[in-house]
Nanobody, 125 residues
Framework: QVQLVQSGGGSVQVGGSLKLSCALS????????MAWFRQAPGKEREGVAA???????WYARSVKGRFTISIDNRENTLYLEMNSLNAEDTAMYYC???????????????????WGQGTQVTVSS
């Protein structure tokens, strides 16, 4: 049984940093796509960053240069490091995993097989 368990998140001031973690238990695929999504109140869920097992990464324009997605294969944990946070980054963040290589144009669509429980990130001035 695959489980994605998130940790990290919380409250931070504008300009601050946070690091989200997503522990993947039972996910043993060597070919995969993984991503972080977020959903702010009253808004649709949007893809933030993604990576594939072929080392390809992709970022939404709004976070490029500020966020970094990475994976520790030894620890089987996905990370999202977030810097220079602003109020627009306030949202519930979700990790997602898929046991296949998704084409570039589908990396930030929400058709992933497995999802984390979500963790809140609040950025205040």
């Amino acid at each position: 049984q695959v489980q994605l368990v998130q940790s990290g998140g919380g409250s931070v001031q504008v300009g601050g940093s946070l690091k989200l973690s997503c522990a993947l238990s039972g996910f043993t695929e060597t070919i995969y796509s993984m991503a972080w999504f977020r959903q702010a109140p009253g808004k649709e869920r949007e893809g933030v960053a993604a990576l594939r097992s072929d080392v390809y990464t992709w970022y939404a324009r709004s976070v490029k240069g500020r966020f970094t997605i990475s994976i520790d294969n030894r620890e089987n944990t996905l990370y999202l490091e977030m810097n220079s946070l602003n109020a627009e980054d306030t949202a519930m963040y979700y990790c997602a995993a898929h046991p296949a290589i998704k084409p570039n144009y589908k990396l930030l669509s929400d058709s992933y097989d497995y999802w984390g429980q979500g963790t809140q990130v609040t950025v205040s001035s």
